[in-house]
């Protein structure tokens, strides 16, 4: 089973400044299958990112991702009130598909 | 519109069993994979099970093994997971979700609370 962390647990930013989240994988994820989730209070996850670092249909430019092999990251460029939340990265190249434990990002 | 509506969610006692629920609307249910993934509370996401559209394939976290069964039944667009010798350790809100691999589409998710 890969092993997904995601550093730092908690991000404490301010809108208009620039979000960096790291995935890390045990072990390398097959042909860049990875994708990212956006999760508030009470709602079910939001696909924003798959294949590393393909837009979901409506997800803002601000949000992109990138890396290869067992590092990733999700950038968000410059942040907006509705975008402080819990993020996921999940690897779905190997059975099981597995998460990572989030990253909060506060305000 | 696509939409999943899940449902059966209930506080059972240790070694009980439920039956959860996924109404699918909006979309050609028989077309897709479907998955269950659950979230404890305050905890992050896993991926519990998937089903092949025809249901002739299934995928089991190791954890859920031998306990649950996920089936569906493509002419009334339903996703079920039928849950046996539940534990405190399953308490979660179960959430369905269309595709195999990554989700665009989930649904609202019920909560299993297994507890005495």
């Known amino acids: 089973e890969i092993v997904l962390t995601q550093s730092p647990g908690t991000l404490s930013l301010s809108p208009g400044e620039r979000a960096t989240l790291s995935c890390r994988a045990s072990?390398?994820?097959?042909?860049?299958?990875l994708a990212w989730y956006q999760q508030k209070p009470g709602q079910a996850p939001r696909l924003l990112i798959y294949g590393v670092s393909s837009g979901a249909t409506g997800t803002p430019d601000r949000f992109s991702g990138g890396g290869s092999g067992t590092d990733f990251t999700l950038t968000i460029s410059r942040l907006e009130p509705e975008d402080f939340a819990v993020y996921y990265c999940?690897?779905?190249?190997?059975?099981?598909?597995?998460f990572g434990q989030g990253t909060k990002l506060e305000i | 519109e696509v939409q999943l509506v899940d449902s059966g969610g209930d506080l059972v006692q240790p070694g009980g069993s439920l039956t959860l629920s996924c109404a699918a609307s909006?979309?050609?249910?028989?077309?897709?994979?479907m998955t269950w993934v659950r979230q404890a509370p305050g905890k992050g996401l896993e991926w519990v099970a998937n089903i092949k559209q025809d249901g002739s394939e299934k995928y089991y976290v190791d954890s859920v093994k031998g306990r649950f069964t996920i089936s569906r039944d493509n002419g009334k667009n339903s996703l079920y997971l039928q849950m046996n010798s539940l534990r405190a350790e399953d308490t979660a809100v179960y959430y369905c979700?269309?595709?195999?691999?990554?989700?665009?589409?989930w649904g609202q998710g019920t909560l299993v609370t297994v507890s005495s």
């Open positions: 979700a269309r595709g195999p691999l990554y989700h665009v589409y």
């Open positions: 909006g979309f050609t249910f028989s077309a897709y994979w």
């Open positions: 072990q390398s994820v097959r042909s860049s299958y």
């Open positions: 999940q690897q779905y190249g190997s059975s099981p598909y597995t």
